[in-house]
């Protein structure tokens, strides 16, 4: 097994391991099939598994999820692709009316267990329309788990439960993090959906950070240890379930907390993880929270532009030297 793989090539083997295991898991999106996605997160399922089950569907995102929706309910477990997060927007009425809810109406008769993947995020300087963290949108709808995985092996063992749910799941792949490396996972590798990692121990602020945002969490928390500042930082894989008692065990150590989310700060998910922290763990609050996040605007293509837009290492720092003294 090789040293390392890269978080693209760990999505194809995650969905691979499940198409192996289970003969109900199918692959429709556009591109995916010989073209191995315009990412290259399938490269290889059509050459193994075939036409028969890595399906190419038209440009049209109502189709594919509509087409996944009557699969699912129907016996099969699809695995959907809608090519970027933004164009979630052009399948809502599926994804927040129709799938969430089947379950719910039905008394639990007919369940719908299929996996929305999608690329997700900025900082690659590919503009308004195709750059969005719309992980904020998802978790407005009650009946939809959101899983976001910042590492490789995360990538894997995430896939698998999530193919394996029997509730819907949206499965965010950060376009910036498709290059990055890391342990490849283990056999059998399952990581249940809804519990975070404590990513690097430290007793003096608590950092949560999803998806891409966890290694600029921990770029931020290596320089603030130059300083004497010691980060617990906390990688929360998923937003749906919602792991708030290890961030709170981690507040129970250090007192601050600073949230990293690469949405805009007007209704991002960092809010959600505030209001819980202020109902369940107010007294362990010795400072203010922070919510390091992006600004209420449409993402800039320039890449200068857009740095001023989405968090930063050095937003992070200053965020965290301020809590510090307070």
Not at 83 to 91: E, V, Y
Not at 264 to 284: I, K, M, N, R
Request: some cysteine; hydrophobic content about 45%.
């Amino acid at each position: 097994m090789a040293d390392v793989i890269t978080y693209r090539d760990a999505v194809a083997e995650g969905i691979a391991r499940e198409m192996r295991r289970d003969a109900s898991v199918v692959c429709l999106g556009e591109d995916i099939g010989a073209a191995g996605g315009v990412f290259k997160t399938t490269t290889g399922l059509h050459a193994e598994f075939g036409p028969e089950r890595v399906w190419d569907t038209p440009i049209s995102e109502q189709a594919i999820v509509g087409a996944a929706m009557g699969a699912a309910m129907t016996g099969m477990r699809p695995v959907v692709e809608i090519m970027f997060s933004d164009f979630l927007a052009c399948c809502w009425d599926y994804l927040a009316n129709e799938i969430p809810k089947v379950r719910y109406m039905t008394g639990g008769q007919v369940t719908v267990p299929l996996v929305v993947r999608t690329a997700n995020g900025g900082g690659l300087g590919f503009g308004a329309q195709h750059s969005q963290s719309t992980e904020n949108w998802a978790l407005t709808v009650p009946g939809l788990r959101i899983a976001a995985p910042a590492t490789p092996a995360d990538v894997v063992g995430m896939m698998a439960a999530a193919i394996r749910s029997d509730d819907p799941v949206v499965f965010f792949e950060h376009k910036g993090l498709l290059a990055s490396k890391g342990p490849p996972a283990p056999p059998d590798h399952v990581v249940e959906l809804g519990r975070a990692s404590i990513v690097r121990e430290g007793g003096d602020v608590t950092l949560v950070a999803l998806a891409s945002m966890v290694p600029l969490a921990l770029k931020a928390a290596d320089l603030l240890a130059g300083e004497g500042i010691e980060a617990d930082v906390v990688d929360l894989r998923c937003l749906v379930p919602l792991d708030a008692p290890t961030v709170l065990a981690s507040l129970g150590k250090t007192s601050r907390l600073v949230i990293v989310e690469e949405n805009p700060y007007q209704g991002g998910w960092g809010a959600t993880v505030v209001s819980v922290v202020a109902d369940e763990g107010f007294g362990l609050l010795d400072a203010p929270v922070r919510r390091v996040a992006g600004e209420c605007v449409p993402l800039p293509f320039a890449d200068a532009l857009e740095e001023q837009v989405i968090p930063t290492v050095d937003k992070v720092v200053t965020e965290v030297r301020r809590l510090a003294a307070y």
